[in-house]
């Protein structure tokens, strides 16, 4: 019995896995992108790949959820735990393509700093996630969660600075409604991570 | 047994079909009001009285389900499409209301191509729900989930070459941001009837 | 075996209890804000207070939830009031920081009005949940959230006249992008009230 179940539960960690090293890889690409102002054609492409590449492991996730009996944690909170995921991934492939059709090409130092962030919350949570496998890492588990939640708390500092001073300093206003958004996307991001952090708290303490 | 249970079955299949009734209503009158131009007082209270008894419908479905021991499929994909199918509708009355705060009187050619492509995907969804009572057509439920999906796609397309054009030649902020507002209701419409295709899939799976 | 359940059902309701008065406390606060046109760093400083407790009391329901076998109404159902109540001390803390940020000195009557009807329905809603622990106070249940749907349907009214004039009289883009985005918060507090009163009537239609 237990050798046909293990591979069941052992099936979800490497879906999870998969999946956040999909949401690490768009991460490090906005970062990328960010850094040299690059939103063109092509890099755009690059996002939409990784976007659709993670979208077929969350379908996949939620066909085997649909298909299992036995599942390592609770069914709705491994459907929450894809759904957030996804939501990551799809932002951040919403910020990439926005800057696309905005036509945004100059290197803005703020966009730079959230890209950064962004990154480290995405590998925060992808170490949080990594470590529900073993309850021998319970305590990594923690600590990457509220990582998650600190890089958020940051997050929504810097994009109220930021959108202070774009309502002070702009003077035209199509500038003002393009940087606004992708602010406030950037930092909805941070939330986003904080949702699935949420939930990955939420998974660990009903195991313990 | 089975002759207490079927009625129940067959309600819920009824409600939805009922609901779906409701939403094709709306995108047919929202294509219409699109092509005349016409968001003016009479035109948007047809629309809420549609959004009125779908919610009716909505609510019976609701409490039917808190009071039913045996469904047709799970209880929360039941709520998921109820409230999936609810926030379509909501989405096509909150257009066109704001289409008459706004008050815009033209003919606008991508609202009158979305209300067509919304109209197509609301229909595709209707036909997905309704086969979903009958196991031999399994067949027809997955091919209009995926029309569901390929319309959501071109609906995103058409968004980012739409929001392009706006920011490249609107010179008053004003009209982009109304517009904006507007194209983006749109496409968001077909996200949530993506959305509802979802939870049908899901309940196609678990029935296989 | 009653004795040892009671405690834990009346629990429940005390977080609860405790968590509407942190949403009662948001709103007087906001309201006097709003009369009082004072959204500076120390007004402001006082909603993330009352925010950040009312955020502990929501972790500890999802905690303690995870940790009980019998509740007193369904998981989810606790878990998705919880969540409501929350958005609702989130959103009016944002509305609040976002007066900040915007460095809004006036005195708005709309938002003054609005933050009125705020105040009723949050009250109202804490009308509510209390009459929950009670099968005595079914038709107070109802009551509440009948008057929470009440301002919710005033307060979309209100919102489209607001923005029909600011549409029609702003001259300033930057002015209409920061009023724009305001009034629109203080309309949705009043649909997370009415979406928390929706768990509300789902709880009390499946205790009868």
């Known amino acids: 019995m237990a050798f046909s179940l293990l591979p069941k539960k052992t099936n979800f960690f490497v879906l999870f896995n998969k999946q956040t090293q999909f949401a690490i890889a768009a991460a490090v690409l906005f970062a990328q992108q960010a850094s040299q102002g690059d939103f063109g ?4 492409k ?19 959820l649909n298909k299992t009996f ?3 944690f609770d069914r709705e909170d491994i459907q929450s735990l894809a759904c957030s995921i996804d939501d990551v991934i799809d932002l951040i492939y919403t910020i990439t393509n926005r800057m696309k059709v905005y036509k945004v090409v100059v290197i803005d130092k703020y966009l730079v700093e959230f890209s950064t962030i962004i990154e480290k919350s995405v590998r925060a ?3 949080a996630i990594e470590g529900l496998s073993d309850s021998k890492h319970h305590q990594t ?11 958020e708390n940051i997050g929504d500092t ?4 930021i959108l202070g001073e774009l309502f002070e300093t702009a003077h035209d206003p199509i500038f003002l ?11 909805e991001v941070l939330d986003l991570c904080e949702d699935a952090a949420h939930v990955v708290e939420s998974i660990m303490v009903k195991q313990a």
């Open 46 to 64: 690059k996002m939409r790949d990784i976007e659709h590449q993670a979208d077929d492991i969350a379908h996949e996730i939620m066909h085997r």
């Open 141 to 151: 588990v923690i600590d990457r969660c509220i990582e998650v939640n600190r890089l």
């Open 158 to 161: 810097m994009r109220d600075a």
């Open 125 to 127: 949570l992808a170490g």
């Open 70 to 72: 036995i599942t390592p």
């Open 41 to 44: 054609l092509e890099s755009v």
């Open 177 to 187: 409604i393009k940087w606004k958004e992708i602010y406030q996307f950037t930092e």
